[in-house]
Each structure stands twice: as C-alpha cells, then as structure tokens.
T-cell receptor, first 115, second 112 residues
Framework: GAGVSQTPSNKVTEKGKYVELRCDPISGHTALYWYRQSLGQGPEFLIYFQGTGAADDSGLPNDRFFAVRPEGSVSTLKIQRTERGDSAVYLC?????????????FGPGTRLLVL | GENVEQHPSTLSVQEGDSAVIKCTYSDSASNYFPWYKQELGKRPQLIID?????GEKKDQRIAVTLNKTAKHFSLHITETQPEDSAVYFC???????????FGTGTRLTIIP
C-alpha cells in the first residue's frame, strides 16, 4: 500500500513568512509524529498525535510552531514568522501502535529553506 | 529525558568486511530500539529493531545486540556491499512517554 507522503517536497520562503507543511500518514495508522532534521543530525522530535489530539508537543521549539490533525489522519505543521534557523528537513512518521511494537514509518520529508 | 549517543560518526569499511555501529542510551525505561538507514536525500527506512526482552536479533547480513544492564546496543553488518553505504541512525523508544529519540548518525562508506 501507499506509504507516508509529504507535500511539498521542497519549500523556499522568505524570512517572516508563514508556511504549512502537510503529512498524509499510512491509512489506519493512529499515531503521527513530526520531526525536524538538520544537516548531519538525527531526526529531532517535535510533536506526536494519537488520533486527533496532540499527545505530546514538548519538542516544538517555540510558539511560532503549531500542528493540527483535525480528522485523525492528515496533519499540517504550521510555522509562523519563519526564521533562517527554521531551515531543515521536516519529517513526518506514522505508526499503528500496539503494545508490543512501535515501528514508525517515515515520509520523504519537506526541505524547508528560509532565505 | 532520553539521551542516545552513537559512535562512530563516520566509518569506512572495505567491501566484504564487517561494520559495527554502537549506541548507548540513558533512560532505563526505554524498551524498543530500532535502526534506520537513510540514503542521501531519502527518508529514514527501518532495517532492523529489537525489543528489551531480547538480547540479539538477526536478519540475513544484519544483526543487532542489546545489553540492557549496560544500556547499549549495536548494529552489525557482515559481508558489506556498496549499497550498504548510507547514514545509519539508532534510536530508543519508551512506551511510557511514547517518544523516539535518535542518535546523531553514522555515515558508513563501503570501499569497493
């Protein structure tokens, strides 16, 4: 079946602008995660949804970052007043949580460049 | 919170030889340890994982070992091939806080 998809694949914006990044998880996966990956680093946790609610948003760096998942499927990561330091690859992952295994499947990422 | 350290940061291995990547974690509550392979510009892909009730797991040329007492786990790739060249990330997951913490990655280069 289809894997996790993310759009756009690349986004170039100017400092101060607003951007939205979209994630389509694997059908049936209840858990959805957002990560940020800077060059040469591992993915860094941002926020986690279980269904429609944000179960843990402790990784969001500040209040310019916000994410929603209104119907428990597609999620949107929103960044206001973008800064050059926000430039990174934003990865989305989804999983079908069980008590015995937590395999997260990643999307291809959105490469965000803030000029 | 959890802290995962990964070594080495880069590793070059002659084709056909073995490669070993090591990780340590800090939170004794972590109980699931996946390994991801990421090729340049591509998404991280799960290659093998291990749960805390198992000491070793093998899948063809790839194996992972876990020492819960010492809080470290390792990835072993045998008979390396050029297509094994990529960045490898270890990670630790805690079912309690439902958070996956990644290591900083190892860039593996297989020399033909």
């Amino acid at each position: 079946g289809a894997g996790v998809s993310q759009t756009p694949s690349n986004k170039v914006t100017e400092k101060g602008k607003y951007v939205e990044l979209r994630c389509d998880p694997i059908s049936g996966h209840t858990a959805l995660y957002w990560y940020r990956q800077s060059l040469g680093q591992g993915p860094e946790f941002l926020i986690y949804f279980q269904g429609t609610g944000a179960a843990d948003d402790s990784g969001l760096p500040n209040d310019r970052f916000f994410a929603v998942r209104p119907e428990g499927s597609v999620s949107t990561l929103k960044i206001q007043r973008t800064e050059r330091g926000d430039s990174a690859v934003y990865l989305c992952a989804s999983s079908f949580r069980t008590d015995s295994q937590e395999t997260q499947y990643f999307g291809p990422g959105t490469r965000l460049l803030v000029l | 919170g959890e802290n995962v350290e990964q070594h080495p940061s880069t590793l070059s291995v002659q084709e056909g030889d073995s490669a070993v990547i090591k990780c340590t974690y800090s939170d004794s509550a972590s109980n699931y340890f996946p390994w991801y392979k990421q090729e340049l510009g591509k998404r991280p892909q799960l290659i093998i994982d291990i749960r805390s009730n198992v000491g070793e797991k093998k899948d063809q040329r790839i194996a992972v070992t876990l020492n819960k007492t010492a809080k470290h786990f390792s990835l072993h790739i045998t008979e390396t091939q050029p297509e094994d060249s990529a960045v490898y990330f270890c990670a630790a997951y805690n079912f309690g806080n439902e958070k996956l913490t990644f290591g900083t990655g190892t860039r593996l280069t297989i020399i033909p």
